[in-house]
Nanobody, 122 residues
Framework: VQLQAYGGGSVQAGGSLRLACEVS????????MGWFRQAPGKEREFVGG????????YYGDSVKGRFTISRDNAKNTAYLQMNTLKPEDTAVYYC????????????????WGRGTQVTVSS
């Protein structure tokens, strides 16, 4: 399974960005998808995850109410809509895939994509 995240960039505080993660190599609809981020000098943080059918969605406490995960199984793509961005959201964002949403939640997905940088200025 190959994952490619894109859509990062620079934005001012209060702005929005949408990240996308395109998956190839296996049947996308079988996989739970997750988003993580890592800021310089900090540990990797769980941002959110969605089960294969979208029935279960989880978010990290720091992004609840601002970020939304979605997926389009027909396009083999998962999305992370980020609204009301804050400078503390600045990080490299990674998408990940796993056969179980539980392994996404605990930070041990089966596959990782390359990161995309998100920079939020004040």
């Amino acid at each position: 399974v190959q994952l490619q995240a894109y859509g990062g960039g620079s934005v001012q505080a209060g702005g929005s960005l949408r990240l996308a993660c395109e998956v190839s190599g296996r049947t996308f609809s079988l996989y739970a998808m997750g988003w993580f981020r890592q800021a310089p000098g900090k540990e990797r943080e769980f941002v959110g995850g969605m089960s294969w059918n979208g029935a279960m969605i989880y978010y990290g406490d720091s992004v609840k109410g601002r970020f939304t995960i979605s997926r389009d199984n027909a396009k083999n793509t998962a999305y992370l809509q980020m609204n009301t961005l804050k400078p503390e959201d600045t990080a490299v964002y990674y998408c990940a895939a796993a056969l179980s949403i539980r392994t996404v939640q605990v930070g041990s997905p089966d596959y990782w994509g390359r990161g995309t940088q998100v920079t939020v200025s004040s």
